[in-house]
């Protein structure tokens, strides 16, 4: 039961204990889970901004508690799971064939604005807020305020990384670093959330965020893309497996991959403990039969992904060693939140890779996201680089209910390409094997060997199994044809969830990797 922790009546999971406890006194103070999911986004909006911000994305899952679930009464139409899509879409200037003229094969990674689609945060938490809200937003703001007026210690996650941004311009805030705990103040990001709380979502697209935005772009974007709002309520996918539903966001989102991985899975053989490189061996072949046509399928307006006989197809596949299935690192944050009504949210937010592009709005000092590494360059592929185009995203959350509805768990994790394999471990432990949260989050990982950003999706050489310290399954793989390699202090993302217990109790635990992460109950 190592690192779980029970709450009665409401818990908040996440990489930081200062969100965490903003999102519980909001809880404390008679808001709902989505206040206080969105009080501990906005203090990670100051706290992690190398993971997260107000200059990224957002993709959140609700579920909307005991009144809508069968146990309790009957499913509304759309049954109790809503998928909330705040990502961001490029700007009118977006011009593939002017990058390809370039020389570009690819989007740019880093240091370019075109990589930098409209960002979605903002509009994510004002919807949100909208539909299940309680606590005026400048209440749920106030603890991210202070943090960010009076300041916050580097966390040490934070600190050896604002290294890597401290001569860039905008970036002021964050050049001071020297260590953990050092004092860190960021007045920008506090007249942007007080912004949001009194002018909504105009005080920031259309006010000192928005006109440095405007000025930085030199063209990309215009005022018309930053008056369009990003954040849209969407149907969400889901599949039947170890006698759950399990759910997640449709495109741009990957997560059809970690459903579609679950739906193979469920249909395979699987040893009796995951100590056997059998239980790996499953996992991997289901996440490569899922996964090795990505890039190829993933664009804002894909279907069809998660049918039976697609499930079947592919599970077909698992047989097969010459699929490839590249992986890429990212940096992202996950968050969820159950309040004591059943309202739980499952929210993922990110920037991409780390603090982004390295592109900071010049009067906020908010660093950008660069998600538009996802668009494509190939002309006419369906994710091609245009304007107010949504690019593929990473972003991964998972949410599962039990068959009547009713809420079993929320999870979700960071780790870019990755996000689909780490989640399929911790769920299949958590279903299948009966593993608590704690346990299922600390395990040792397996992952797909990753390259040096997120345009490995196109490498043309096989899947590398990565192995974290403490697997035991290296021998076992490698006799099984996978090609192997162990991963000291690897990243293995971050990942946390909440278990809902047949008596109403909640189990948590956050990810011993994440170091300062909480897991923090009322």
């Known amino acids: 039961m190592r690192n779980t922790r029970y709450a009665p009546s409401g818990m908040v999971c996440s990489i930081d204990h200062l969100a965490s406890a903003a999102g519980v006194t909001a809880l404390d103070r008679g808001g709902s889970a989505a206040d206080a999911a969105i009080a501990a986004n906005a203090v990670l909006a100051v706290t992690s901004p190398h993971m997260c911000g107000l200059g990224g994305d957002l993709f959140t899952l609700v579920h909307d508690g005991p009144a809508q679930s069968g146990?309790?009464?009957?499913?509304?139409?759309?049954?109790?799971?809503?998928?909330?899509?705040?990502?961001?879409?490029?700007?009118?200037?977006?011009?593939a064939g002017r990058l390809r003229a370039e020389g570009h094969r690819r989007m740019p990674h880093r240091l370019d604005v075109r990589s930098v689609p409209v960002p979605?945060?903002?509009?994510?938490?004002?919807a949100l807020h909208a539909r299940y809200g309680r606590l005026p937003l400048a209440d749920v703001f106030a603890p991210a305020v202070r943090l960010a007026r009076d300041g916050f210690p580097a966390s040490p996650l934070l600190a050896p990384m604002a290294r890597e941004i401290a001569d860039r311009p905008g970036a002021g805030d964050l050049a001071g670093i020297r260590a953990a705990g050092d004092r860190v103040r960021r007045p920008g990001v506090a007249r942007a959330l007080e912004a949001v709380a009194e002018g909504g979502r105009a005080g920031f697209y259309l006010g000192e965020f928005g006109e440095g935005l405007l000025e930085l772009g030199s063209g990309e974007y215009t005022r018309a893309d930053l008056e369009r709002d990003n954040a849209d309520w969407v149907e969400p996918l889901r599949v039947r497996a170890f006698g759950h539903d399990v759910w997640s966001a449709p495109p741009n989102s990957q997560g059809y991959l970690l459903l579609?991985?679950?739906?193979?899975?469920?249909?395979?053989?699987?040893?009796?403990s995951t100590a056997h490189a059998a239980w790996a061996h499953a996992l991997a072949r289901s996440a490569r039969a899922a996964a090795h046509d990505r890039d190829a399928l993933l664009h804002e307006h894909a279907t069809g992904l998660l049918s039976p006989a697609e499930i079947e197809r592919r599970r077909a596949l698992t047989g097969r060693g010459d699929l490839k299935v590249p992986a890429a690192d990212g940096d992202t944050t996950y968050l969820c939140a159950v309040d004591?009504?059943?309202?739980?949210?499952?929210?993922?937010?990110?920037?991409a890779s780390g603090f982004g592009s390295f592109l900071f709005e010049p009067r906020t000092g908010i660093n950008l996201h660069n998600r538009g590494i996802g668009f494509s360059l190939e002309p006419g592929h369906p994710a091609e680089y245009g304007p107010g185009r949504r690019p593929p995203h990473t972003l991964t959350p998972a949410l599962i209910t039990r068959p009547d509805g009713s809420l079993r768990s929320v999870a979700g994790t960071m780790g870019g390409d990755a996000q689909p394999q780490i989640l399929l471990q911790i769920i299949t432990r958590l279903l299948r094997y009966g593993q608590s949260p704690g346990e299922a989050i600390a395990a040792?990982?397996?992952?797909?060997?990753?390259?040096?950003?997120?345009?490995?999706?196109?490498r043309a050489e096989g899947a590398v199994v990565e192995l974290e310290d403490g697997t035991g399954w290296r021998d076992g793989l490698a006799a099984l044809g996978h090609r192997v390699s162990a991963v000291p202090g690897g990243a293995f993302g971050h990942a946390h969830l909440i278990d809902v217990l047949p008596d109403g109790m909640l189990a948590g635990a956050t990810d011993?990797?994440?170091?300062t992460g909480a897991a923090i109950g009322r």
Not at 71 to 95: C, E, F, K, Q, T
Not at 120 to 126: I, Y
Not at 444 to 458: A, I, K, L, Q
Not at 512 to 515: E, I, N, V
């Open 260 to 272: 579609l991985s679950l739906g193979i899975l469920d249909g395979l053989e699987l040893p009796p």
């Open 120 to 126: 979605g945060c903002v509009d994510g938490w004002l």
């Open 340 to 351: 004591g009504d059943g309202l739980a949210v499952s929210l993922i937010q990110s920037n």
């Open 444 to 458: 040792p990982r397996w992952r797909f060997g990753s390259g040096t950003g997120f345009d490995t999706w196109r």
């Open 512 to 515: 011993p990797r994440a170091l």
């Open 71 to 95: 146990s309790h009464g009957p499913v509304r139409d759309g049954g109790p799971v809503h998928a909330l899509n705040a990502s961001g879409r490029a700007g009118s200037g977006a011009d």
